[in-house]
């Protein structure tokens, strides 16, 4: 059984940043595929980052401001967000996929963005 494992959320006001950590338990395969989701109130899920073969892709919205990378001996993903908007504010998920095209997804975490 695999599970993702999402830290580092919580509140921040807007320029401040924050740090999150995806990191993946149980018997996982290689993975070829990496990315961060947010979903706000009443909006669909959209893709924020991801990192795949050593190439990134950012949403126009968050580039320059946040950065992906990951630690392949953990098995984890990491978002820096920096610079933060009130529009931030939302739900992230974290989602990998494996050779073989498995996906899994993180419970969310909390980023509110508020002064």
């Known amino acids: 059984q695999v599970h993702l494992v999402e830290s580092g959320g919580g509140l921040v006001q807007p320029g401040g940043s924050l740090r999150l950590a995806c990191a993946a338990s149980g018997s996982i395969g290689i993975l070829r595929y990496m990315g961060w989701y947010r979903q706000a109130p009443g909006k669909q899920r959209e893709l924020v980052a991801a990192i795949s073969a050593g190439t990134t892709n950012y949403a126009d919205s968050v580039k320059g401001r946040f950065t992906i990378s990951r630690d392949n001996a953990k098995n984890t993903v990491y978002l820096q967000m920096d610079s933060l908007k009130p529009e931030d504010t939302a739900v992230y998920y974290c989602?990998?996929?494996?050779?073989?095209?498995?996906?899994?997804w993180g419970q969310g975490t909390q980023v509110t963005v508020s002064s």
């Open positions: 989602n990998f996929q494996d050779l073989l095209f498995a996906t899994y």
